[in-house]
Every structure is written in C-alpha cells, then in structure tokens.
C-alpha cells in the first residue's frame, strides 16, 4: 500500500520569475536540511526544452523506533535524484524527485507541475503530488504514516523558502523567519527589563534621597 499526496499551491510571483528562483533556492533560512546540490547532466533539446538532474544531499533524522531498526553507522542524510523539464513555450516545469538510499526503509517520489495561474496571469500555480511507500516488514504503514507527515512539514517549508527567495530577487525584504523574530522579540524584553530595572534603581535612590534630606531637617 502506498500513501498518496495532492496539493495545489500558489505563489504570487510570475512564472519567469519562479523559474529563476527555483535554482537559486538554497540556501535560505527554511532549507537547513538542504546540505549539498549538485548538477549531473543539463541539455536543451531541439524543441528548446531544458532538461537538467541534480542530485541534493538532505538530512534525514529517523524516528526513535525506526533508529532501534538500524545499526548506529547507517547515514544520517538522504541522497536524491530531482529531474526536470522546462518548456518557456508553453511556460511549464516539471520535476520529479525521489531518494536513492535508505530505500528499504521508504522511497518518496514527488512530481510537481510549475504552470501560470490560469486566474491571474502574473502569479504561478504548483501542482504536487506525491507518493510514500515502505517494503519493512511489519512496521511499513507506520513508517508511511510518519513519511507523509514529515513531507507535509517540508512542503511548507518549501513554500516559504521559494518566498524569501523571490522575494530577496525582486528586491523586497524578505520577511523575517520564526527565530529571527523570537530573537528579537526576546532581545527586545531584555532591553526592557533592563531600562525598568535601571528606573527602578534611580526612582529608589532618589527616595533614599529625599528621605535622609527630610531628617537632617
């Protein structure tokens, strides 16, 4: 039995402008599991279509019971093959990704279709499917179950890293990430805490003050 994936995204950036983003990618704040992209074969056809394969190193953190199933030296990270066709003609990307190792213990394959939002001309559509699958004996349905999850977890961080980086090419500022804003929310209430703490000490200080004035009076 495999477990089935379909997902309609939107990003408001032209398909020219996705297209650039999408091989300029990593790094960005949301894609730390993203260690290594490498290409391995580009070609343009003779109907102008631009057909590349990277391969891209991820790391691949297995749950507690799933580590218990596997000796202590097996790679942590994940080794995947990503396919793609570019057709600027008809304005479309496809790709097709999916992991060559830890392939026991479960293959991913993602097909995405990169196309012009057929509602609004200057904003580009993504349909994603994807597919999880496990040959291990006796625990394959929970290692789907926990599979699909954590490629959902991705999906939106993808989201927000294909964000911050077409925002950073359009010349925007990104919007800040979850533990940038914490940091400089926590910095900030240091700051404060600190600034109470020195008012506390001068209005203390003053009373003490005015008090020993009012007895040598």
């Not at 209430?189 to 001068?202: V, Y």
Request: with cysteine; hydrophobic share 40%.
């Amino acid at each position: 039995m495999v477990k089935y994936f379909l997902g309609q995204s939107v990003l408001r950036s032209s398909w020219d402008q996705v297209f650039t983003a999408f091989w300029q990618r990593y790094p960005n704040p949301y894609s730390k599991h993203v260690l290594t992209e490498d290409i391995v074969h580009r070609e343009v056809t003779p109907d102008q279509k631009l057909l590349s394969r990277r391969l891209l190193t991820k790391t691949n953190r297995m749950p507690r019971w799933a580590e218990r199933l596997f000796p202590a030296n097996v790679a942590h990270s994940v080794y995947i093959l990503e396919d793609s066709v570019v057709d600027p003609q008809n304005q479309t990307m496809t790709t097709f990704t999916w992991n060559i190792n830890h392939a026991r213990l479960m293959v991913v394959e993602e097909r995405c279709v990169y196309r012009v939002n057929a509602d609004n001309s200057g904003w580009t559509e993504i349909r994603r499917e994807a597919w999880v699958s496990s040959s291990l004996f006796g625990v394959s349905r929970a290692v789907q179950e926990f599979g699909l999850a954590r490629f959902k977890s991705n999906v939106t961080k993808t989201m927000k890293g294909f964000e911050y980086i077409l925002a950073k090419l359009q010349g925007e500022a990104p919007s800040k990430t979850l533990v940038e804003t914490a940091k400089e929310a926590k910095e900030k209430a240091k700051e404060t805490a600190l600034a109470a703490t020195e008012k506390a000490k001068d209005l203390a200080s003053k009373a003490a003050t005015k008090q020993q004035q009012q007895q040598l009076a």
